[in-house]
């Protein structure tokens, strides 16, 4: 890259307009560009290019021997363009796209500072879809020729489905062949004949999908009083505008996806975009197609799933401003919106949000800052918000809107706790005999029994009798999931998968492996022996085949097709089952072991999700769940039904212990080909570790997994009190420290995974 010098963005100056015309030049003259790349570079770097550049035009430019797309992130200060733009390698293409806006350009810069990624890394999130960069082809249309031959040349002859052409396309817009060739109901060559016949005429027009209108007031809800205050407070906040964070604490079913579609009409009213996040999962079709029932048309969606030319068009519509509304997973967050008027993040609690790998950022609070960047309001939404959100709340941050009861006066379920002490379940079996006495109760009474355990495949560790040894994965410290599905073994981890070997690997003793632990295939073999007469349907992602398979199986146990389903987290969110009376949790103490310092919290969310699936509609639920410990803290919680006691004690540990959000977290995990590379870096990264006060370094520790893909991992642990700055300690340190180039270190500001 030779001519090209990185500035650091620390020193960034603001980017806004008035700086960028004091750096044009005399007219028509090349002027130096600072241009934000993907790659990991603590800046921009400046190229030559055209004095009329926008700020935040999306551009190409050589980089070594590659071309690179990249944005322009502002003019050369004066005086700090060393290098005259004549000697600069220049911008050799402007995207016609819109400019980055400044928001989104302030965000990049503030989420980069944040979390430590590389301001281009980041970048790339935004600039995800390259495709959308060139407009889409356009397309060949054919009508009826302007000037129609009075009698086409011969050997051209007229026949029935010629005339049925004609007669028809005089009706019809102009649309591609053979698309007219279907709604006429005659084959392409047809078309084609009229076509060289002079009679139908051929011309280009861009492919425009046409934007979808929603109509705000089109199928309001017929809010109850509770909901209508809240929903009130939300529309207030929407159309006073400016920055402001609203939590919406309700019940599951108490309607608080009603009561944000208030706020989404009142932002599409005021004509500007809405943003609603939520976790992946939870994007399900019964979600699409409540929103179009209540607006009138689809939502853009944004997701891993989508297919190339969908998501190119919401990239591009979304830039464009003309996605009014766009829902997606995290990265929705980072397209360029010139105009987001409201940011909506459902299920706000659910850990799902956190990114792990590149840019390690938890979208949640990334929107709260886009929101405070782009000064507009959000609203967050859960039946069990996160510690980090109430305690916001608490100190007055955040607003709130409660919605303490279930719509249409449907009672929240009854929970009771099954202990596997006195009612251990049958040797080899899971399900202890109160859970299916009634389970057999619920299902003869016509209704659905669901059995929750948040365990994937058959077994999560094949032992061998003979000799003790554990089926590991060879690439990662950990043991192999059996999947009876597939007739797999496979690790969770890195996707290894391998045949059930016929003997053990280690003394070769012969049908001695034994699948030890529950998954859910093993509860749905428990559950056809000993429920022979139900209906059961498995549903976790290993046994879906996409999108319309999951919208089927929903439909299916909606329709009361199915009498007991058995299920991970997939089936936790929510879904409404009308049918569905009883809830069973196999392993409700799952989940609670582990250095995770939100595992307490985290359980009980979930927990407190699934049981939300019993008893929605006119009969009321029920919840068992199956434990060893029923005086745990999170248990005792879910009986009581005491949300706020349950947190108040949370929270006091957690402050006690200066853990987030009381105080700040830091992961530092180092991993390197050979465990004696690991030790070094991570010995030599402990002997450089900062002092400050109120900051403490932990470790060097082997994490649980040592030995992930094949690279051996140490961890450092940075915790802080809550006046402390992180970032600037550890850019510090970690710029100190030379290691071998085959060392990575990953930092992860706030980690959620312990793992
Ligand atoms: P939550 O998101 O709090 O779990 P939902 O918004 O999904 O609750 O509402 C639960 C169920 O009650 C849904 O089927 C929804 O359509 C229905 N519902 C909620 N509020 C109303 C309302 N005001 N009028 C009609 N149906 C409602
Ligand atoms: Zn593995």
Redesign the pocket.
């Known amino acids: 890259m030779g001519e090209a010098k990185t500035t650091d963005t620390d020193a960034a100056p603001d980017t806004d307009g008035a700086d960028h015309k004091q750096a044009v030049k005399a007219p028509g003259d090349p002027a130096v560009w600072r241009v934000l790349l993907p790659v990991p570079l603590a800046g921009p770097l400046d190229y030559a290019g055209p004095p009329d550049l926008q700020i935040g035009a999306v551009v190409e430019v050589p980089l070594g021997s590659r071309r690179v797309v990249g944005a322009v992130w502002g003019p050369a200060e004066p005086g700090d363009a060393a290098v005259p733009a004549a000697r600069l390698k220049a911008i050799e293409r402007v995207f016609e796209v819109p400019a980055l806006p400044d928001t989104t350009r302030r965000f990049v810069d503030w989420m980069a500072g944040y979390t430590l990624a590389p301001p281009g890394q980041v970048l790339q999130m935004a600039l995800s879809c390259p495709a959308a960069l060139v407009a889409e082809e356009p397309e060949a249309v054919v009508a009826l020729a302007a000037d129609l031959p009075a009698e086409p040349a011969p050997p051209f002859k007229w026949t029935a489905p010629r005339r049925r052409v004609v007669e028809q396309a005089r009706e019809l817009p102009a649309m591609p062949a053979a698309e007219l060739a279907r709604q006429v109901g005659c084959g392409v060559p047809v078309i084609r004949g009229l076509i060289e016949a002079g009679v139908l005429a051929t011309h280009w027009r861009p492919r425009a999908a046409v934007p979808p209108r929603y109509r705000p007031g089109h199928a309001p809800?017929?809010?109850?009083a509770d909901?209508a205050a809240a929903a009130s407070r939300l529309c207030d906040t929407v159309a006073a505008g400016g920055y402001s964070v609203t939590l919406i604490d309700?019940?599951?079913?108490?309607?608080?996806?009603?009561?944000y579609f208030e706020a989404i009409a009142t932002a599409l009213a005021g004509g500007r975009q809405v943003l609603v996040l939520l976790p992946e999962i939870a994007l399900t079709a019964q979600w699409l197609e409540?929103f179009e029932a209540r607006f009138g048309a689809a939502p853009t969606q944004w997701h891993s799933r989508l297919t190339p030319l969908a998501r190119r068009r919401a990239w591009r519509a979304a830039a464009e401003g003309t996605a009014k509304v766009v829902v997606g997973a995290r990265s929705a967050l980072m397209l360029p919106y010139p105009d987001l008027g409201l940011i909506v993040v459902?299920e706000e609690h659910e850990p799902a949000f956190k990114q792990e790998d590149g840019v390690h950022y938890h979208a949640r609070d990334m929107a709260v800052t886009r929101a405070f960047l782009g000064e507009i309001p959000a609203v967050l939404?859960s039946?069990t918000p996160s510690l980090e959100t109430l305690v916001n709340v608490e100190r007055g941050r955040y607003g709130q809107v409660v919605?303490p009861r279930?719509?249409?006066g449907a009672v929240l379920p009854e929970v009771a706790a099954i202990d596997l002490r006195a009612d251990p379940p049958e040797r080899g079996n899971f399900l202890s005999p109160p859970l299916l006495a009634e389970a057999a109760a619920t299902l003869a009474r016509g209704e659905q029994v669901l059995l929750f355990l948040n365990r994937r495949g058959y077994a999560p560790l094949t032992l061998c009798r003979s000799c003790g040894h554990r089926l590991r994965c060879p690439n990662c410290e950990a043991w192999l999931v059996d999947h009876r599905l597939g007739r797999r073994l496979v690790c969770h981890h890195c996707g290894y998968t391998r045949s059930v070997p016929p003997a053990c690997p280690e003394c070769g003793a012969v049908d001695s492996l034994t699948p030890i632990g529950p998954g859910v295939e093993r509860i749905a073999e428990e559950v056809a022996a000993v429920l022979p007469e139900a209906r059961t349907l498995l549903l976790t992602s290993d046994h879906l085949r996409g999108t319309a398979d999951l919208a089927d199986k929903m439909r299916r146990i909606r329709d009361g097709e199915v009498d007991v389903v058995i299920g991970t987290q997939l089936i936790a969110k929510?879904h409404?089952f009308p049918g569905l009376t009883l809830v069973g949790v196999v392993d409700a103490d799952l989940g609670l072991a582990g250095g995770d310092p939100r595992a307490a919290e985290r359980t009980y969310q979930l927990l407190s999700q699934v049981a939300?699936r019993a008893g929605?509609a006119d009969r009321p639920g029920r919840v068992r769940l199956q434990t060893y410990d029923p005086d745990q803290p999170v248990l005792a919680a879910l009986l009581s039904g005491d949300r706020d006691a349950f947190l108040e004690v949370e929270a006091a540990e957690r402050a006690a212990r200066h853990l987030p959000p009381f105080g700040r977290l830091a992961a530092i995990v180092v991993s390197a080909p050979t465990a004696a590379a690991a030790d070094d870096a991570a010995q030599a990264l402990a002997r450089a570790a900062p002092r400050a006060p109120g900051l403490e370094i932990l470790g060097p520790a082997d994490p649980p997994l040592a030995v992930l893909q094949r690279r051996h991992r140490r961890r450092l642990l940075a915790k802080a009190r809550r006046e402390v700055r992180l970032q600037p300690i550890l850019k510090d340190w970690l710029g100190r420290v030379r290691l071998p180039g085959s060392v990575r270190v990953t930092v992860d500001i706030d980690p959620y995974s312990f793992m």
């Open positions: 809800a017929d809010l109850s909901q309700g019940v599951t079913g108490s309607g608080k996806t009603e009561v409540r459902d939404c039946a919605l279930r719509f249409g929510g409404h939300g929605r």
